[in-house]
């Protein structure tokens, strides 16, 4: 984290000195010294970091990276407070500014003093930490551990099999992968975040007699964080020949690693071998180890057990390769374990009634993490079945976790995961601790809540986006941040870290000084800080807190001082997320937070922005989702920075409403100025002004999403020709005024090939031509299109085509789909067809389908009879469908059973009046009584 903040403050200062030269005068001078002094102290930070993360670092060293880390936080909030004082004399102009900078001229120049003044005793105190680093002896590479360090991972391949729940399922799944499959050589790896018992599997399978007997020679080797490759062929050739209890090779320690390979694959040339390596981190392992296994195709195989998703999927470019993710335990299996483990001593190893609640409890904590459930265990077992004791455990794991020295190898374990981070890693994996445990993060919101603080950097050729994205996927493939929700498409929507990586995030945010254990007395100098129901006086400020970014959750009750004390107490701040908080204004003093670079009102009772809006220069989010703005100020044109404009109602999506594509409006001289933004939606087509309001959309080219609301078929061509010259869009969505007005898209001639999303609300009579030029759509949506030809065709020829809805879409009264159509779609929604007949699926058509949804459709008379050959089918859902087409599908008595008893949940919905209504499971008992209360009411009716 050290390197990450002395870095921070180096990309910071370049553009300072180069673009503020003219306004610094002496302070000039100390910021050119001290970037010099950083860049001297950054080359060996790594090496101190390295230390400060082992054992192996003495109290001085650990101090002098503290020291680095707090001296480039310092420098960094004294070059915010020039950018408030600089910003504040541009803005001073004409007479009565002459009168107020005359005023102020004496406070002006204190203030420039005392800045001076500040960054003179930085450069001093940034010396004083580069004369030190020589006195520690860093180094300019990153240290190794020492000899006498203690791996706390020794010794989990030797856990009792005992002690083991819930592994016999993969475990057989693997033997079978050893013994059997394709004669190539073929890797086998293991993933899963640390902890998840990965080794201990990998033992039991390579131990197992049917994998001893099946291959001629063995070998484990534990890999770990050392990249000395040649050490590694050593043990291997060694463990060759010690399984057949011949001697090694004359000379190996003296051999170098050409002649390593050489004589491995000499000795395995004509074998049938199977070879273990444990915990892998680095994808160039793989590219040397390779060559010392030869194929010889009698069913060779390696197991390699690793963190990492990109280094089990690098072997691909040389073997077969399959991945086995194991995933935490289930909470039953979970609490199985605790048990088998808390009463080994015991003759049933039984868990009694009294504690089953408090074994729940532990192991929810714990989130099915094997490693951390056996540690917690054996704890257990020295308390026997104290109810207190039990109960103090449960209370106070967290402290637990980091003091007791049972429980401590937890810890230290699943910090290896971030210590091997890169700093830019570690920096966006520590923030993702300031959100509750065990809470789930939209990845948009903590994409742009990283870029806000600065954790991202833009790359060539790549938006600050982009990079975001490949940050949270390296973060995922390395088992440190699991995924909530994955569209169909492959998105990660939600993400989260386990609850026992937050605890490690949690205590070195603390250490680091950058969140506060308790929020009642919110003094010190956290950079981040979680506010929720709990009392916060924000006013008990001194006017130079550090805060960079405050994030409400759960507020019943703002404090009505709230803006008052964030624009006098907190001036650096750069990001407010007031998700969901009961506020229905938006006051003036907002503007006064000019660093703000991430404002959220998402789902607030906001109605309208303060003129003030327009003075936030350098904000990068504006988020109004769900919030009562209908209009935006013309002062918004102002932020020149700003990239994500989000304005639409938070029930845009419901299909069944038209009228729910309220956008906002927005003058099109605001539009046009805008010219950093890259996501801009929904905002409403000004039509009284259709061309103008056009061209100042055709200026936005960095746009990557654009959503339009009440588009009048007037304005149609104006909006092709703007969206024609979007060269990067990805995302497109146009709502007409309403159901019944026709969008008039058809002289797009040039849409954006880059386009993967596509929503249009409104007729369109056919498809416009153009369709067929988007070859990387994977996701469409029609509703209301009115379409009554066979256009529709055009889509199954997509080649990436992966989710089609359409709603009201088709008014013909047959669909069919062809063979060799729709080759990838994997979610296909037939909503309100009203006037469909016929539906036909040939032999070969939508080989990929997993969902299926179709209804109501009250002249269907049955289920396509080629739906039994969609062999990849896992729901099939019916909405509101005849009760005489539901019955043919019932179990047992219905005769088109039989085309969809092969799809594992089939479904039946029905609304009620307009609201939500039920969902039943064909066979579901519940189902025959909602026909029968049908019917029973309807003869009450009649009578």
């Known amino acids: 984290m050290a390197e ?79 950018m408030l004082y600089a910003a504040k004399r541009r803005d001073q102009h004409g007479f009565m500014a002459f009168l107020k900078k005359t005023a102020g001229l004496i ?38 551990r020492g000899v006498g360090h203690v791996d706390p991972r020794a010794g989990l391949h030797f856990v009792e099999s005992d002690a083991l729940v819930g592994i016999e399922a993969s475990k057989n799944e693997l033997v079978g992968r050893l013994i059997g499959g394709a004669a190539m050589r073929t890797v086998i790896s293991v993933v899963g975040m640390g902890g998840v018992g990965k080794t201990t599997l990998a033992k039991k399978v390579y131990d197992d007699p049917y994998v001893r007997g099946h291959f001629d020679c063995h070998a484990w080797i534990t890999v770990s964080q050392s990249n000395n490759m040649v050490e590694r062929l050593r043990t291997m050739l060694r463990r060759f020949h010690e399984a057949k209890k011949e001697l090694p090779p ?127 265990g054996g704890l257990l077992s020295t308390r026997g079945r104290d109810v207190l004791q039990w109960k103090r455990l449960r ?67 790549v938006t600050l986006e982009e990079a975001a994205k490949e940050f949270l996927a390296m973060l995922i493939n390395r088992s440190l941040v699991q995924v909530g929700w994955r569209d169909y498409t492959g998105r990660v929507r939600t993400c989260r870290v386990h609850d026992l990586i937050h605890e490690v995030l949690l205590s070195k945010l603390e250490e680091l000084n950058l969140t506060q254990p308790s929020q009642e007395s919110c003094n010190g100098t956290a950079r981040y800080l979680l506010i929720d129901d709990r009392a916060c006086d ?43 908080a009961p506020l229905d204004c938006l006051p003036e003093e907002i503007g006064n937070l000019l660093h703000l670079r991430y404002l959220s009102l998402r789902d607030s009772q906001i109605k309208m922005l303060p003129k003030s809006i327009g003075k936030l220069h350098n904000l990068l989010t504006l988020d109004l989702k769900g919030t009562l703005v209908r209009e935006i100020p013309d002062e918004i044109k102002g932020l020149c920075n700003l990239q994500y404009l989000v304005c639409y109602t938070t029930d845009v999506d419901n299909l069944y409403n038209f009228n729910t594509h309220q956008g906002v409006r927005i003058n099109g001289s605001v539009v046009g100025s805008l010219e950093s933004l890259e996501k801009l ?40 020709d703007a969206v024609g010259q979007m060269h990067y869009l990805h995302s497109l969505r146009i709502s ?83 063979q060799g159509q729709f080759l990838k779609l994997k979610m296909l929604s037939l909503r309100c067809l009203y006037q469909l007949k016929k539906l036909g699926i040939e032999e070969g058509a939508l080989p990929c389908l997993e969902i299926f949804e179709i209804g109501p459709a009250p002249q269907l008379p049955e289920v396509p009879t080629n739906i039994s050959n969609l062999g990849c089918l896992k729901v099939l859902k019916f909405v509101d469908m005849p009760k005489k087409f539901v019955k043919k599908l019932l179990p047992g008595e219905g005769p088109d059973y039989w085309k969809v008893e092969h799809i594992p949940d089939v479904h039946v919905h029905y609304y009620n009046q307009g609201l939500p209504g039920e969902t039943y499971k064909l066979g579901d008992s519940r189902l025959h009584e909602h026909f029968h209360s049908r019917l029973h009411k309807k003869l009450k009716l009649e009578t």
């Open 538 to 580: 924000l006013s008990r400020r001194n006017g130079n807190f550090q805060t960079h970014s405050i994030i409400f959750f759960s507020w019943s009750v703002l404090p009505k001082s709230l803006f008052e004390d964030l624009s006098s107490n907190f001036k650096l701040l750069r990001e407010l997320d007031l998700e969901r």
């Open 736 to 818: 007409a005024v309403d159901a019944g007005e026709v969008l008039q898209l058809q002289s797009m001639s040039s849409p954006p090939l880059l386009l993967e999303r596509l929503r249009l609300h409104g007729r369109l009579g056919k498809l416009p031509g153009w369709f067929s030029k988007l070859k990387n759509l994977v996701k469409i949506s029609l509703e209301w299109s009115g379409i009554t030809d066979d256009s529709l065709k055009i889509l199954g020829g997509l080649p990436k085509l992966l989710e089609l809805r359409l709603h009201e879409a088709y008014e013909g009264v047959e669909l069919q789909y062809e």
């Open 250 to 376: 004359g000379g190996i320690d003296a051999m170098d690693t050409d002649e390593l390979i050489s004589k491995t694959r000499e000795y395995l040339h004509d074998k049938r071998y199977v070879v273990v390596f444990d915990d892998v981190w680095n994808e160039d392992f793989w590219q040397v180890i390779q060559y010392a296994l030869p194929e010889n195709n009698s069913g060779l195989r390696i197991i390699i057990t690793t963190r990492s998703t990109s280094v089990a999927e690098f072997c691909k470019k040389s073997s077969a390769v399959h991945v086995h993710n194991l995933e935490p335990l289930s909470l039953g299996m979970a609490q199985e374990l605790l048990c088998r483990t808390a009463f080994q001593f015991d003759r049933q190893k039984q868990c009694p009634n009294e504690l089953k609640d408090l074994s729940f409890d532990i192991v929810r904590k714990c989130g099915g993490l094997p490693l951390a459930i056996v540690a917690i």
């Open 681 to 720: 939606h929904y905002v409403v087509y000004q039509h009284q002004n259709s061309s103008g309001f056009g061209k100042a959309l055709g200026r936005l080219n960095r746009l990557t999403k654009l959503g339009i609301s009440k588009l009048k078929p007037d304005c149609g061509e104006a909006l092709c």
């Open 395 to 461: 209370d106070g794991l967290s402290a637990q976790l980091a003091s007791n020295p049972h429980l401590t190898c937890v810890k230290k374990i699943l910090s290896f995961s971030y210590h091997d981070l890169p700093h830019y890693l570690k920096s966006c994996l520590l923030y993702m601790g300031v959100f509750p445990r065990s809470y789930h993060i939209l990845s948009k919101r903590l994409i742009r809540l990283w870029i806000a603080e600065g954790l991202v950097k833009e790359k060539q050729g």
């Open 107 to 144: 406070k002006g120049l204190k203030e420039k003093r005392e800045m001076v003044s500040r960054m003179q005793e930085l450069k001093g105190r940034i010396r004083e930490i580069g004369e030190k680093s020589r006195r520690f002896g860093f180094n300019v590479t990153s240290s190794s």
């Open 4 to 82: 990450a903040a002395v870095n921070l403050v180096l990309e910071r200062l370049i553009p300072l000195l180069n673009e503020e030269a003219e306004l610094l005068s002496g302070f000039h001078a100390q910021v050119a010294d001290i970037k010099l002094e950083l860049e001297f102290v950054s080359s060996f930070l790594r090496d101190a970091d390295a230390r400060a993360a082992t054992e192996e670092s003495s109290d001085g060293s650990q101090t002098w990276v503290k020291h680095v880390r707090e001296t480039a936080y310092s420098i960094e909030d004294v070059i915010d407070e020039y």
